[in-house]
C-alpha cells in the first residue's frame, strides 16, 4: 500500500497553474513569425527536396540565417544573438520544419544543446569567446553525448578526461553527432578518469582545429537526410582548463537542462511537419476523384482530416503552455516531456494518415509526403525516445504518491 494517497483527477495538477496564463501571441511576436514564414519561402522551401536528395544544407541557407540573426537566436544580444524568448524560437523551428525537418532539427541541435549549453553554464569568458561565434559569425556547434555502448542509458558513457598540469586529455569516441561535419565547436561529456563508471559527468567545449579530433563516418539514415550526423572521435585532445563548461561534476545538470530546452523546440518542430503534412492532404483529398467524386467527400479522408486538426491543434496548445512556463521562468521539465513525447506521436500519426490518403502516389520517392513521413520519424528518437519520455512521465506522477520509479 501506498503511503500517500491521491485522487486520480489531482494527478496533474502540479503541471496546470490556471493563474495568469497567457498563450497569445505578442505583437512582436506575430511580426517575427511573418518574417519567419517569408524567410522560409524564400530561402528553405526552395531548396527542401534537393536537401533531402543530396544530403547538403546549402551554406548560403546558413549565411542567409545569420544575417537575420536566426542562428542560436535565444541568445542574449549582447553575445551576439537575437535574444528570442521560447515561445519566438519554437515559432520558428515551426516555420522552418514545415519545409524541412532535415534543417529544423540540426538547427534545434546548434541552439539549445550546443550553444544553449555555453549559455547556461559557460563562464562569462567563455561566452564572450564562443557565442559570438556561433550566433553572429555563423559557425555551427554540435553536442556529443551519445556513444556506442551508451545510449539511453547516457550516464554509462565511457569517454575520459584526464586532468593534466593545464586542463585535461579527452579519449572517447562518440556517435550521432547531429551537426559534426559542419562544426567548429563540440561540447562533448566525458568521465573523469580515475572516478570509474560510476563517476560523475563533466562537459568540455572542445574546438575542431585541436589536434586528435576526427571525424570517422557519416551516418545513412532513413530520414533527416540533409543532416549531416557522424560518428567522431577524440583521440589524446588536449583541452586547456578554460575549456571546462560548469563545475567539474556538473555535466548531467548541463544535458538535463539542455534536454528540457531542446524538447520544446523538437516538439514545435514536430508542429511544423504535421501542419505542412495536413496541408498536403487536404489539398490532395479536394483534387484526387474516386467513385464518381472527390476523396474530400468520402467520410473516411473526413475522419482522417478531422483526427489530424484534433491532434495538432492539441499539440500546439500544449507547446504553447511549456513555452509560457519557460518564458515566465517556471519549471518546464514536466511539460517539456509531454510535449516532445506527443510531438513525436503526433507527426508520425498524421503523417502516416496524410501518406494514406495520397494512396500509391505517396510512396513515391520525390513525393513530399514520403520525405515527411521519413523525416518525422527520427523524433521519437532524439531527445529522448517515446521509451524514456514515457519513464519521465510515469516518474513524475508516481513521485507524486511517494513511488520512486528507475527506468
Ligand atoms: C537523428 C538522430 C540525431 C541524433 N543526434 C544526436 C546528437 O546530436 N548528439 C548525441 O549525443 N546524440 C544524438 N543522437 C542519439 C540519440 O540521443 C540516441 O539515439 C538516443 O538517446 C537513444 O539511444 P540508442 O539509439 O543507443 O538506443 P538505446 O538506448 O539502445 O535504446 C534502444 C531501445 O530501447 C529502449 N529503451 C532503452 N532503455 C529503456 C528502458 N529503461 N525502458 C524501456 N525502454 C528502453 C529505447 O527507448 C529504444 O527504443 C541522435 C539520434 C538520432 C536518431
Not at 91 to 102: G, V
Request: with cysteine.
Amino acid at each position: 500500500m501506498c503511503a500517500k494517497t491521491i485522487k486520480t483527477d489531482n494527478l496533474l495538477a502540479p503541471l496546470y497553474n490556471p493563474s495568469n496564463m497567457d498563450f497569445s501571441l505578442s505583437p512582436d511576436q506575430q511580426q517575427k513569425r511573418e518574417e519567419f514564414k517569408t524567410f522560409v519561402q524564400q530561402y528553405v522551401a526552395p531548396v527542401a527536396a534537393q536537401i533531402d536528395r543530396t544530403r547538403r544544407v546549402p551554406l548560403t541557407v546558413v549565411r542567409h540565417a545569420t544575417k537575420r540573426g536566426y542562428l542560436a537566436p535565444t541568445v542574449p544580444i549582447e553575445y551576439g544573438g537575437s535574444g528570442y524568448d521560447m515561445l519566438t524560437f519554437s515559432l520558428l523551428a515551426e516555420e522552418i520544419a514545415k519545409h524541412s525537418l532535415s534543417l529544423a532539427i540540426p538547427f534545434a541541435i546548434h541552439t539549445c544543446l550546443a550553444t544553449g549549453s555555453i549559455l547556461d553554464s559557460g563562464s562569462e569568458a567563455q561566452k564572450r569567446q564562443f557565442l559570438p561565434r556561433l550566433t553572429a559569425r555563423g559557425e555551427i556547434a554540435a553536442f556529443a553525448l551519445t556513444e556506442a555502448g551508451a545510449g539511453s542509458d547516457a550516464g554509462a558513457l565511457a569517454t575520459q578526461a584526464a586532468p593534466v598540469a593545464d586542463g585535461f586529455v579527452i579519449n572517447g569516441t562518440k556517435t550521432w553527432v547531429c551537426n559534426a561535419g559542419l562544426a567548429s565547436v563540440f561540447v562533448v561529456f566525458a568521465k573523469l578518469q580515475g572516478d570509474g563508471k560510476h563517476g560523475r559527468i563533466n562537459a568540455f567545449i572542445v574546438e575542431r582545429k585541436m589536434a586528435g579530433v576526427s571525424l570517422i563516418e557519416r551516418e545513412e539514415t532513413l530520414g533527416l537526410r540533409g543532416a549531416d550526423i557522424r560518428t567522431v572521435q577524440f583521440e589524446n585532445v588536449h583541452v586547456p582548463a578554460s575549456h571546462q563548461l560548469g563545475e567539474i561534476g556538473s555535466g548531467w545538470g548541463i544535458v538535463m537542462r539542455a534536454f528540457n530546452r531542446v524538447r520544446i523546440v523538437l516538439a514545435s518542430a514536430a508542429l511544423g511537419a504535421s501542419e505542412r503534412a495536413l496541408d498536403l492532404g487536404i489539398r490532395y483529398a479536394a483534387q484526387r476523384n474516386a467513385f464518381g467524386t472527390t476523396l474530400a467527400h468520402k467520410q473516411r479522408i473526413q475522419n482522417f482530416v478531422a483526427e489530424c486538426v484534433a491532434e495538432i491543434e492539441s499539440l500546439r496548445q500544449t507547446i504553447r503552455y511549456a513555452a509560457w512556463l519557460a518564458n515566465t521562468g517556471q519549471d518546464f521539465g514536466v511539460p517539456a516531456n509531454i510535449v516532445k513525447y506527443l510531438g513525436g506521436r503526433v507527426a508520425g500519426d498524421v503523417a502516416d494518415k496524410v501518406l494514406q490518403i495520397h494512396g500509391g502516389a505517396g510512396y513515391r520517392e520525390g513525393e513530399e509526403i514520403a520525405r515527411i513521413y521519413r523525416d518525422v520519424r527520427a523524433l521519437r528518437l532524439l531527445g529522448g525516445t517515446d521509451e524514456i519520455q514515457q519513464f519521465a512521465i510515469a516518474r513524475d506522477a508516481f513521485r507524486q504518491i511517494g513511488v520512486k520509479i528507475d527506468p
